[in-house]
């Protein structure tokens, strides 16, 4: 036991005991872990033993990389697969589909978080519909989300949009892209490994025209 | 350390340093003198208009202040003095220098020229200069040793201008701004201008090399006796002293430009990096919106766009929340993953029950209509009945017990279980023979 703990130092340490649990049950859930809130001490262990054994740990028994990612000024860590499969997360109920409504919300916030280059990343129920209202692709925004584009919705279509995009919300925080500082009102802080998505998709943003010649294809077939 | 001087000027500080309302007034009527506004000598009424100047310049409403303002002057600024039946005024030497001193600090001419210009108009040595030592003389005193003030005072000046520019730089890194690349666009305009400056220190250090291979170049000429020589050399070792300070001086400054200029592209660049970016990410939004679908309040994208998966091993234990009220604390419960499949088997457990209880229900209706009718029912031909329509073992023996419990309670129907082993060929199992019927009163 000792010669395996000596290839993962981590596992002697005094902060292993305490947080190794927590932030490998975090990380196996998807969770971007960053020196923010709740997640300050897994992120103080992730980041001092990353190097120390931690890295290492995932790619040996689980195949998956524990990637240390950068945006702007905040560091995170998350477990992603590695180029060539899904280590042992390929396994069915090991890995989960983001949906699409998610994929098109996590692009739009990685894009306001963008615009805000050096102010805060806080935003408001009320900013959004102004987006989905007034904003530039407001009709193209409202028939995705009420499904049709009319002048005004109904308390029912309102509510059913907001609660759905609470949802989202939600489950976004779960993977630690955004805080809530109010759940109920929406209000919330978009943190940095929002950056997730554009990894995510980084294929798409670089193959952005021959993306849209074959969309525009397609609509003309 | 001469005690009498610290002792003096403690003693004199208040007339020596005025109050910031009598400065700003001494300085108000230098300038007007300086513009030719009024008189060197000036009278009683100019000095009351300049009052009012400050007083409303400072937005002072007691007229006490006001009159305390000319008071506190002390003789160390002005002189009055009687010309027949006026009263003249004048400002003291000290006090003009003392102004131009201020001047020269708040408002340095480094905005507006290089250092090599400063060099060039107070620095000439001409071939006339070096012709003997007299001449020399002249010119170390008259042009070198008033130059060489200068010259600190303008490299000083620069020093702290790019420090100034540094500084507001880190802030600006640091604090919100509403357009960041705007301000940063200005800011590489003010280094544009200090880069400037930095061409003029090059040619200020090519400069003053010159003047000082000029001067060396004459040592020869004044070696001709050894007081000429030693006056020539102590003059020159002077001029090579300064120039070496402010070698050492302008070059810290440069060294700071370039590198606050460096640093300046490089932020730009990672803006403008970063900007183009942006606009990518803009572009895919509006894709991903434009070719998105509804489809029964759910958003479909193109299949062009791959689906992406996360890692997630669901938590199959419940568990009470751990939150941590140090950070913040939610006014809803925390939801937690559940186990879909336990809630389907649960589901489909329940289901079944419902569906045994329905059919059970159906039988003992059926069955006490028989009853009630008047027939004699056997238990276990209707039991072969049930399993055979509802192939499920739980309905006949639920219908059993229903069947019992109804009748036990009731006068007017009967039951009797005779201890005689009826077995059936089907699931294996044996009953007792059973039969129920209506008596009739």
Redesign the interface.
Known sequence: MENANANYPFLNSEQATKYFADADIALKQGRHIQDFGTDIRLFSFIDEFYDKGLEDYYKQFFGMNLVSDKSDNGKFYYLDFPDDGKGKFGKENRSKELEDDKVIFAILFLNLYKERFFEQKEFTWQELEQIFKEGEHKELWQNILFSKVKQNYTPREEQDVKDKVRKILSDFEKLGWIVFKNQEEIHFEVLPSIERISRLYGDVIDNLESIEEYLNNEQLS | MDKDLIISLNKNYADLIPQKESLLLIVWLHQKIEKGYINEDFGQKDLDDTIDDVVEFLNITTDKNKENLSKKLSNHFYITERVGNKYQIHLTVFAKEFCKLLIQEVQPEIKKLELFHVFKRTLPLLDEDLLNIETFSYWFKNNFQPARNEIYSHTEKLNNEVADRINELSTLLK???EN?KEQINSYMEIFTLLEKQTTGIINTIDYKNDTLSKIKSAKEHFATDEETFDEFSRMQNEVEYFFGSIDRRIMVINDKIQLASKRLRNLLDT?KH?QL??I???????????????EK??????D????????????KFIAIPKV?FQ??A???PQ?QEYDKHHEQSERRKGLALLEIQEATAKWLDKMNTEIESGVKIEFDEWFDKIIEQENNLEVPIQVCFGLIEEHNQSDQKTISIQKEEVTKNKNDITLWRMQMQTIRS
């Open positions: 604090t919100e701004t960041p803006l970063k970016f942006k990518k990410i803009e572009k895919l939004l509006l894709l991903m919106l434009k070719y998105s679908r509804n309040g759910e958003i479909k994208l193109p062009v766009f791959q689906r992406k998966y996360l890692p997630f091993i669901p938590v941590d950070f913040y939610k006014a809803e939801q």
